[in-house]
């Protein structure tokens, strides 16, 4: 078996020392030094071992977490096998991403007879990873395309909406308006309650609280509370944000559900509290069966998967039920034209501006702003590379969320002048739909890049590669159908409607 042999510091392992040297030592003059510690963090000080004592260590501990090979998505604990036995000795225990990840850390048998400086630690994982001088240029090319394309959306809405708004608004006869023509032709059913209502409000519900938690975690990232030195601190953070925002999720779902008319609040809360978490969670299990059968040590333990139930139904689902109750007792959402009695009739529409040929190109640009980024991350995954550009990662995620925005506003207006009013499904299909092109590129980097054998492992990929691909349509969903609203809510209100 072809492995590869990582090797750990502690979780609490020098990664501040650089800052307390800067803070504390750095500094010329006289004057004393004073310093602050990051919530949760505390630098560890290390001198020579003749002046050795309590507040300061002489011998850096590595430790071990697992065995990975390129031909398996399958890790296995170091001591699986009959080589490189660690040594006894106390065992770190694990916080919940690692645990999710796989890795079980272990006293290793290694000494520290090397003289690294602080800022070339990490030289050796980095000269590991091939071409990242790319990765740079790659990154600032693609941020720079994305950002030439949503200004030219930006710019062609502006122009057009103003055009539109402003002659609308100077029709004053009814002879002028007998002649309108396009979007303003919906105003009266263009809030008309969409089919399936219960289901797109449960979606919403579980995007805003991916969305939310998403950019909490990559802002704490960017920051450096989930350095890469930290491992499994970024899961662990995910999963807890995740589980404490199950009030929004509430809120979100039943405050849209109730604008769409809809009186069943139970069946409304309890979908939003298990249908997509129960999806993710089934498809999790199945594939920890499979982990556990092939002995890795990627399988959750009993206890483990007991206690992420448990912050599931003690936490996450009365904090939904909690949104929920705010959600559904505040009024109505007001909406500012009325919605006619009688539905209107959809023309006949072009290719172009039937439902699937917009979803299908809504999702290109933004899946083009992505797909550089997607790459280093799956290899992060599969390839066990690190990954530590979280400050780029961030931007791409503000452009993420901008692009999907802009896309989906743009191919909802053409709609609307093509007097096609079913916009709340289109929107978040069209947004949601770079999920596809994301699941495609997986397919791809699947047979491509990765070397992986047997059908545990192909099993396994795939699995997981489907609960990430349900994340980010969720994701990627919300935040199209909430652009498009503020949209429609925004044209709609400053048009004169008779």
Same mark, same amino acid.
């Given at each position: 078996?072809?492995?590869?042999?990582?090797v750990?510091?502690?979780?609490?392992?020098?990664?501040?020392?650089?800052?307390?040297?800067?803070?504390?030592?750095?500094?010329?003059g006289?004057?004393?030094?004073?310093?602050?510690y990051l919530?949760?963090?505390?630098?560890?000080?290390?001198?020579e071992?003749d002046?050795?004592s309590?507040?300061?260590k002489?011998?850096?501990?590595?430790?071990?977490?697992?065995?990975?090979?390129?031909?398996?998505?399958?890790?296995?604990?170091?001591?699986?096998?009959?080589?490189?036995?660690?040594?006894?000795?106390?065992?770190?225990?694990?916080?919940?991403g690692?645990?999710?990840?796989?890795?079980?850390?272990?006293?290793?048998?290694?000494?520290?007879?090397?003289?690294?400086?602080?800022?070339?630690?990490?030289?050796?994982?980095l000269?590991?990873?091939?071409?990242?001088?790319?990765?740079?240029?790659?990154i600032?090319?693609?941020?720079?395309?994305?950002?030439?394309?949503? $200004?030219?959306?930006?710019?062609?809405?502006?122009?057009?909406?103003?055009? &539109?708004i402003?002659?609308?608004n100077?029709? &004053?006869?009814?002879?002028?308006?007998?002649e309108?023509?396009g979007?303003?032709?919906?105003?009266? &059913?263009?809030?008309?309650?969409?089919r399936?209502?219960?289901l797109?409000?449960?979606f919403?519900?579980?995007?805003?609280?991916?969305?939310?938690?998403t950019?909490? %975690?990559l802002? =704490?990232?960017?920051?450096?509370?989930?350095s890469?030195?930290?491992? $499994?601190?970024?899961?662990?953070?995910?999963?807890?944000?995740?589980v404490?925002?199950?009030t929004?999720?509430g809120?979100?779902?039943?405050r849209f559900?109730?604008? =769409?008319?809809?009186?069943?609040?139970? %069946?409304?809360?309890?979908?939003t509290?298990?249908l997509?978490?129960?999806?993710?969670?089934?498809?999790?299990?199945?594939?920890?069966?499979?982990?556990?059968?092939?002995?890795?040590?990627a399988?959750?333990?009993?206890?483990?998967?007991v206690?992420?139930?448990?912050?599931?139904?003690?936490?996450?689902?009365?904090?939904?039920?909690?949104g929920a109750?705010?959600?559904?007792?505040?009024?109505a959402?007001e909406h500012?034209?009325?919605?006619?009695q009688?539905p209107?009739?959809?023309?006949?529409?072009?290719f172009?501006?039937?439902?699937?040929?917009?979803?299908?190109?809504?999702?290109?640009?933004?899946?083009?702003?992505?797909?550089?980024?997607l790459f280093?991350i799956?290899?992060?995954?599969?390839?066990h590379q690190?990954?530590?550009?979280?400050?780029?990662?961030?931007?791409?995620?503000?452009?993420?969320?901008?692009?999907?925005?802009?896309? %989906?506003?743009?191919?909802?207006?053409?709609?609307?002048?093509?007097?096609?009013?079913?916009?709340?499904?289109?929107s978040?299909?069209?947004?949601?739909f770079t999920?596809?092109? =994301?699941l495609?590129?997986a397919?791809?980097?699947?047979?491509?890049?990765?070397?992986?054998?047997?059908?545990?492992s192909?099993i396994?990929? =795939?699995?997981?590669t489907?609960?990430?691909?349900?994340?980010?349509?969720?994701? %990627?969903?919300?935040? $199209?159908?909430?652009?498009?609203?503020?949209?429609?809510?925004?044209i709609?209100?400053?048009?004169?409607?008779?």
């Amino acid at each position: 078996m072809s492995a590869r042999q990582r090797v750990s510091s502690p979780p609490r392992g020098p990664r501040w020392l650089l800052l307390s040297l800067l803070l504390l030592g750095a500094a010329p003059g006289p004057r004393p030094g004073s310093a602050f510690y990051l919530p949760g963090l505390a630098p560890v000080n290390f001198c020579e071992k003749d002046k050795k004592s309590d507040e300061c260590k002489a011998e850096i501990e590595l430790f071990v977490n697992r065995l990975d090979s390129v031909e398996s998505v399958l890790p296995y604990e170091y001591t699986a096998f009959d080589f490189c036995q660690a040594s006894e000795g106390k065992r770190p225990s694990e916080n919940l991403g690692q645990v999710l990840f796989g890795e079980r850390i272990e006293p290793s048998p290694y000494k520290e007879d090397k003289n690294i400086r602080w800022a070339s630690r990490w030289d050796y994982i980095l000269e590991s990873m091939p071409h990242t001088h790319i990765q740079w240029f790659s990154i600032m090319n693609s941020l720079v395309i994305v950002l030439f394309l949503s $200004g030219m959306v930006a710019m062609i809405m502006l122009r057009t909406l103003h055009k &539109d708004i402003a002659r609308y608004n100077q029709m &004053d006869s009814t002879e002028d308006a007998q002649e309108e023509f396009g979007w303003k032709l919906v105003h009266g &059913d263009i809030f008309r309650p969409p089919r399936k209502g219960m289901l797109l409000s449960v979606f919403l519900g579980s995007g805003t609280q991916i969305l939310i938690m998403t950019f909490v %975690t990559l802002f =704490f990232a960017c920051l450096g509370f989930l350095s890469p030195a930290n491992r $499994g601190a970024l899961m662990t953070c995910a999963v807890v944000l995740w589980v404490l925002l199950g009030t929004p999720a509430g809120y979100v779902a039943a405050r849209f559900y109730k604008s =769409f008319g809809g009186e069943k609040w139970k %069946t409304n809360v309890l979908l939003t509290s298990f249908l997509c978490p129960g999806i993710v969670f089934a498809d999790f299990f199945i594939m920890n069966l499979i982990l556990w059968g092939e002995g890795s040590s990627a399988a959750i333990p009993f206890g483990t998967l007991v206690a992420i139930l448990a912050l599931w139904f003690c936490i996450s689902v009365p904090l939904t039920f909690i949104g929920a109750y705010f959600g559904f007792k505040k009024n109505a959402i007001e909406h500012p034209v009325r919605t006619n009695q009688i539905p209107r009739q959809i023309p006949e529409q072009s290719f172009y501006t039937k439902p699937l040929p917009g979803i299908i190109m809504g999702g290109i640009l933004p899946f083009g702003c992505i797909f550089i980024q997607l790459f280093f991350i799956l290899n992060s995954i599969w390839s066990h590379q690190m990954y530590y550009m979280f400050g780029f990662l961030f931007l791409v995620f503000i452009i993420l969320v901008i692009t999907c925005s802009e896309a %989906t506003i743009l191919l909802c207006y053409f709609h609307l002048c093509a007097e096609d009013y079913h916009w709340q499904w289109r929107s978040f299909l069209t947004s949601g739909f770079t999920a596809v092109y =994301f699941l495609i590129y997986a397919i791809h980097y699947f047979f491509s890049k990765l070397q992986i054998t047997g059908t545990a492992s192909t099993i396994l990929y =795939f699995g997981y590669t489907m609960i990430m691909v349900l994340i980010f349509f969720l994701f %990627t969903g919300t935040i $199209g159908f909430f652009a498009c609203f503020w949209f429609v809510t925004k044209i709609y209100s400053v048009v004169k409607v008779d």
